[in-house]
């Protein structure tokens, strides 16, 4: 057992808040998990219903990769398949979901086209792997579902679809983003928020929706 | 007498800052309560004309079934009456009054209406007894008045009418909302409130309201 | 000379963090102001050019009713000499200026109208001497000026002209407000702003201004 | 060598951390940088990849002239030849650089244009030299470009063409801006932000953009 189990929750309890004063994890809404051991997989998880503005280290717990909790009675987040499965996927150290006003409304306009394109923002090259403006991200939009073990296969799929997506959303839900560790998935989810808002405010101006097709696995 | 009424004062003054500081709470508007017991029924409830920014708990006061303060000389929030009633109508534990710049402007584009449909978005989980985003929530409009008596009735039939709902808009004023605790009261209001601006942005990029019929009571 | 300088200063700074925070500060904008003593008039002002998020009381200077600064060589704001003008004209123990991006957007798109009528709004009862929402607030728009001096005899005018104003703009300026405390002018400023901003948010909706008539004296 | 790099680098710092609570420095963007010596010349410059929000005064690195770091190994921001740039043409003490959403969007929708005229604004007082809201303000828009020589070139060419400006944006990118000392580049930030955000709220109610033609040199 790795033993950063509570510098990770500290990590986790300071971005919590951070957000939450954003407005990104109002209600209790969102979740963040760690990668606290790979083999077998140990994640530190957000623990369900709690105000994410009022998070405490000493909240967070450790799941499995059956997102069980190992140490603990209390609930992780429903969403813990997720974040097992993006972990998984990706070799993501860290996975951040937020429920921002932005990430909403564009995860519905955008649902018929499957997800986001964003193109030619500098703000990109902070996305891992992402050198130049001159790049165009895609960023999917999954339907969401109650089924969390279904879903957790949707996200799956999407990801081994596009392997090069940096986060995705759920529809009427909200971003999923992660890194590497808790500081690059922090990064990315400010980035992508970002870009969505600022689409979200470009569309005001234009007066809607420009739909492009569907998007080719890349 | 319950002995938690400092516990509560905290509570309330926490979140009063919290808001105040998203907005939701300026220029001395809105209110905050909780029950510190149930027979006879005491409220702890927020003063008249406090900057809800800088409330302190040992500004709070108690209350009883009247609206009467019975501690104090100073004067409880104008609408205590509306707290009562919600208390007694649906034996809540905590009741919050915010007026937001998004809660204000639905309250009138909606007004025709008669309230507000929100549906099919995640963020409607937090809602007590709300299992799936599959959820469509009814947010009544309620016409404002000057004579807190009958407003407190119209609150009171709403109420009666709709049982399933989890806050109510008085129009060009604010928002109602309650929970069993005041943590649930503070996540249904962050739930709300998200919600409202959620729709509210999406309808300056499609250009307006489309109106629905009435609705049948639930 | 009365002793509450310090307190005042200090309530003063207090205040310009917190509108400096909300964005109605930015870039040692606006001004702020309280009376110390008035036969002879004697105001707490606000330095000229100074960050006022970073405000400090012992930064305040003592003014008099030329607007000269009676205990330091540094520059008190530009605009004491309306501050002088408010004072005599209201009665005012503080006086408060802003700059918001929704009250500069709002002087602009109204100016054709001389005002704002803002009408029908709950936030207007913690207006000094409204006591329903029933009321209609007409918020006069002056012409923007360098002349000191010959601004000062605009505001004095406007104020004799329209004896139950709260606040008045100051085209593609900015908004003036007081109270007869300095709790009571942040009131006002916060009720005011949160007016405009819920107003101007309207038009994004409403797709444009409705321009009502002039607005005689009141 | 000065001895006011400590001074300089919490300076840095303490508007890193500002800027960043705006929503102006996410996900790592943006780089600060302040002239610790004029000959040689040597600047504090904010690191690489950091997140702005929580950049410590003993992060920040001491570059010289070709942006090489002298007492680190450490990588500094990618743009520094362009503080390095801005410091020779404009003989400036300190250089800001904010990736916010308003300036983004206004760098893409005046970008045929080549620039945003900004005019009749009281706060563009607050910019050096300008005495009067009747002033009209030019930004220059840049295109991007990931080739820094080049764009430390146009950058040049830009300031030379247009001795007058206080600021110009990189298109799809973010502003920049400078002054003599840390508070007035701080200043001229919040001041140039602030006016991209009521003139882009002002396009949505307008409906869009009016294009002006292109701008004389000034």
Chains 1, 2, 3, 4 share one sequence.
Do not use: C
Request: charged share 20%.
């Amino acid at each position: 057992m790795s033993n950063d189990f509570p510098e990770l929750a500290s990590g986790m309890a300071a971005i919590a808040k951070g957000f939450h004063a954003r407005g990104w994890l109002l209600g209790t809404s969102g979740n963040l998990s760690a990668v606290v051991q790979r083999e077998p997989l140990r994640l530190a998880m957000s623990p369900s219903g709690v105000d994410k503005g009022e998070l405490r280290p000493d909240q967070m717990l450790l799941i499995d990769e059956q997102a069980q909790p190992l140490s603990d009675s209390r609930k992780p987040s429903d969403e813990s398949l997720l974040h097992v499965q993006i972990v998984k996927e990706r070799g993501a150290g860290a996975v951040l979901h937020t429920h921002s006003v932005w990430n909403t409304i564009l995860s519905e306009l955008y649902a018929a086209d499957g997800g986001v394109t964003i193109s030619g923002f500098e703000m990109l090259k902070g996305l891992q792997g992402v050198q130049t403006h001159e790049h165009t991200e895609w960023l999917p939009i999954i339907d969401n579902s109650q089924d969390m073990p279904s879903l957790a296969v949707s996200v799956a799929e999407t990801l081994n679809e596009h392997k090069a997506v940096h986060g995705f959303l759920l529809r009427r839900h909200g971003l999923y983003s992660w890194g590497e560790t808790l500081a690059q998935a922090k990064r990315h989810v400010e980035i992508l928020e970002f870009l969505l808002e600022t689409m979200g405010r470009t569309l005001h101006i234009q007066g809607g929706v420009k739909h492009g097709g569907s998007h080719d696995s890349q």
